[in-house]
């Protein structure tokens, strides 16, 4: 269930990747990973 259908919520992860920001470009998939189920439990 999605409250709000026309937000993405993994776009500011694509975002952080994008732009090289925090430490996301840095590390290994595991801190990828813990980032995309971050981005959806917010």
């Known amino acids: 269930m999605q409250e709000e259908p026309e937000l993405d ?10 732009h090289s920001r925090g430490q996301i470009r840095q590390s ?7 980032a995309l189920l971050d981005a959806i439990i917010d």
């Open 9 to 18: 919520c993994f776009e500011p992860v694509r975002d952080r990747i994008r």
């Open 28 to 34: 290994g998939a595991d801190y990828l990973a813990y």
